[in-house]
């Protein structure tokens, strides 16, 4: 029997959230890894715009050097947008050991973003010393 999104969730650590964005979001750390051997994945993602800002974009990406985009841009030009993002069950994995990062193009829009994921080991970590 396939597994439903709970089921990951339930079984590794769930960091689902949600973040309110006010008119001077910059930027934000939205999930922070436990640790260099662990991957993010992101399974559903809830964008809704509630006050406009024209030509501001909001994307989720990972903390890489090289940041995998994972959603958008998402426009913020008109109130009551919202978009909706599916990866299915096991999720879309970001780069292993790296954050999950709201990337705000410019200040002035509101809304809130809402995610759904989860958090497992995904290498080798090397054992303690006794």
Do not use: C
């Amino acid at each position: 029997m396939p597994r439903d999104y709970n089921d990951y969730r339930s079984f590794y650590q769930d960091v689902s959230d949600s973040l309110n964005i006010a008119t001077g979001t910059s930027d934000t750390t939205l999930v922070t890894v436990r640790n260099a051997s662990h991957t993010i994945f992101l399974q559903k993602v809830h964008v809704q715009v509630t006050g406009a800002s024209a030509g501001v974009t909001w994307q989720l990406t990972d903390s890489a050097s090289t940041p995998l985009q994972l959603t958008g841009p998402f426009a913020t030009d008109t109130d009551g947008s919202h978009f909706d993002m599916d990866f299915g069950p096991e999720g879309r994995p970001l780069t292993e050991g790296t954050n999950l990062i709201l990337d705000v193009s410019g200040t002035g829009a509101v809304g809130s973003v809402t995610w759904e994921a989860y958090s497992r080991i995904t290498s080798a970590v090397a054992a303690s010393a006794a």
